[in-house]
């Protein structure tokens, strides 16, 4: 279904490959991480479906989703990764409803209005998503529909209309009760950027009628394989990354189709913040994350990573099919017939031919470069892909010897904005 | 209108700064790279808006343009930036039209079918561009569309409806010839990142509404003061990039408005593909680009900023007035009281809070800074952002001592294609 591919040379020993395992073993059952166990968790897959069934969703139009950061960037990832794409079993009906979702996630106030501008109380579910419920962005936009539907906290419509993610007894979690909302919680254990796999993700996409248990089964897949000590190339990977991050200090990653957009964010996000710290050697480690979309950025990136420093690693994304016979026309331009070699040839071939030759041109520099393909997009690979990076996050942390897991970078500047109100 | 801070400690001699002048008229003078020359060209202002006005877009719905890289992100940029204000004259309505602005740029065959879901030939305007004609993305796409309304080169359909921009006498522009279409040309002086001020972008933002002519009007403000040597800062800004190349090679646009998603775009290919390159030294050399949005991107890359690696630079971007007077509502959300600090307060005011408290956090770790701030997002300061930034790139490719206007590297990839079909 999915395989990797490095053409970069490891040196990691075997020894160190056992204790990285090792590592992950340890931390999956010491209780502090908890996304390790997201995979199994049929019983809240059960939950969500029966949830949305209930809710009777045949008249809502609109899944507005009220989260900022890992509260939103990993629902939108998926949607993306799947919209587009039709059914595995040839019906050729989309994977997905036609509900459209919406993200609140800036304060930009043109942004808001522009997102809300179909958006009424009567056709739309609203879904809060904060661990503790005092992220800023996200009180903010509350308050705002609040006012812009004319509503009170005791209002059935509000009950009915809005539903509550949240950390178990958060200061959310009591308004939620107080105010009888549906709430689901976050397990306590669970970060942000590691939360796809939790109510954060599921229940908005199992409203827009993906298949959440496939989800989640693709990632049990990986899981299943890692934890019986077969995914060493993962663990190469990690380590060659974490090893080379003064010489290499720049990851790329180079998808071979504008499904990936939003899994490059999610990406970014879960690269970024999770090994951008300063180390239990007291130094300032980490990776950069970069995310492309070929062909596209052929024309914008590319150059720099053939002919710009030798700084960057390069991963790129392939899905060898489309599920999309679409083809470029047997037609000849006048003075263009230097572009006839392509006719005949399905957009599929092409993208893929372009990801071919693009990685061709990288490896003749001696970039460090590996390759993943995808057989198809489905519910099932994208889970794979989403817990493949978790984890390769999971095992780069390791390696560059950082808590993986927290973000106390960012908590200076809320400080700073609160003070800035209150004198 | 736009005023540009730097947190940085210069180290470049007055001589220097002179030097860099005299290098910058030099080219401009010279011939070889045109771009200089485009704010001027009120002749072509006149010429486009001439044409939107005669072709009669009133039952036009869609404008489709067909191009990618330099061909689009521009175009995407400016449009996003502008399309969500309101006109300085508080009548409210927007700068521009209903239209919408489409774009045929990945060969991803999904993304391709979706883009054209409502798009008919009746509906809609396309812009075929291509310097040479040759790109192959953008003929495959023209070659589709022509199946798909089942049209021949030579029905009136198919010049009503089709508009082309390309260098003169190239193969498209042939086509084009024989065929009767509607053509602008492209100045064969100018490269494709840096076309926005040819037809590439006016002649869409015309159609859409937008006042060109002070578009080109903002970047001559800033180009009579630059030729005038009153930016020392920008000549400043770009040595102390090109010199700290090696300690910090990545240079973080940290933008505070979903309005400038796209611009961070368009800077990426410009300022990467601009400056990757092998230096006339022989040396690998170049600066990585990073666009990234706030307050979004506090929740994603900037504890990657605050306590990752010292290899970064960042500049921020912050709009003071954003021509919306949205509140937040004086609501207590039970249980959440502590989020009471911002209640009265405008969306905007938050968001400029947030892009200050966020700026002294990265200021408090010695992190390379510098600030841009515009008053207000209106096609005057949008056309002296986008010239600030051409400028910037050449200069910072005279001190990288690099060729700014070619990029050879992106060529292999594009033979490897052609061997791949033809064998």
């Known amino acids: 279904m999915i395989k990797s591919e490095e053409f970069f040379k490891s040196e990691i020993e075997d020894f160190e490959i056992g204790d990285a395992y090792n ?114 962005e996200t009180t903010s936009s509350v308050k705002y529909l609040v006012e812009r539907f004319e509503l009170s906290f005791e209002d059935e419509a509000f009950r009915d209309h809005f539903v509550v993610i949240t950390d178990p007894s958060s200061p959310l ?33 199992c409203m827009l009628g993906y298949d959440i248990g496939d989800l989640l089964g693709g990632a049990e897949d990986l899981k299943k394989s890692f934890f019986a000590r077969k995914e060493d190339d993962m663990v190469k990977k990690a380590h060659f990354y974490a090893k080379n991050s003064t010489q290499h200090p720049i990851n790329v990653l180079f998808s071979y189709s504008s499904a990936f957009k939003y899994f490059n964010e999610w990406f970014v996000q879960l690269w970024g913040e999770s090994l951008g710290k300063i180390s239990r050697d007291g130094e300032n480690v980490g990776l950069t994350p970069i995310g492309i979309v070929g062909s596209v950025d052929q024309h914008s990136f590319l150059q720099l990573i053939i002919e710009g420093p030798r700084d960057k690693t390069v991963t790129m994304i392939k899905v060898n099919n489309f599920e999309n016979g679409l083809k470029i026309p047997d037609i000849t331009i006048p003075h263009l017939e230097k572009t006839n070699f392509i006719n005949g040839s399905t957009f599929n071939t092409l993208i893929n031919a372009q990801c071919d030759a693009t990685m061709q041109s990288i490896k003749d520099q001696e970039v460090s470069l590996d390759l993943i393909t995808i057989d198809r997009l489905t519910e099932r690979s994208v889970g794979y892909m989403i817990f493949y990076y978790e984890l390769l996050t999971s095992l780069a942390g390791y390696f560059l010897n950082v808590n993986t897991y927290n973000q106390p970078g960012v908590e200076l500047g809320k400080v700073i904005l609160k003070e800035k109100f209150e004198n």
């Open 23 to 136: 590592a992950i073993f340890e931390e999956a059952e010491g209780g502090d991480v908890g996304y390790y166990s997201l995979p199994e968790d049929k019983e809240l897959v059960t939950r969500i479906e029966a949830f949305c069934l209930e809710k009777d969703l045949g008249s809502v139009e609109n899944i507005v989703v009220i989260g900022i950061g890992g509260s939103s960037l990993g629902t939108k990832a998926i949607d993306r990764l799947l919209s587009l794409t039709s059914k595995r079993d040839e019906s050729k009906t989309r994977r997905r409803n036609d509900k459209n979702l919406i993200f609140m996630e800036n304060v930009d106030p043109n942004e808001i209005e522009e997102n809300l501008k179909d958006v009424t109380l009567q056709n739309s579910i609203f879904i809060i998503i904060s661990k503790s419920g005092g992220t800023i």
């Open 173 to 205: 979690d009591q308004f939620a009760t107080d105010f009888n909302l549906s709430v689901f919680h976050l397990p306590l254990n669970v970060g942000g950027r590691f939360s796809i796999f939790t109510p954060v993700g599921l229940l908005p996409l």
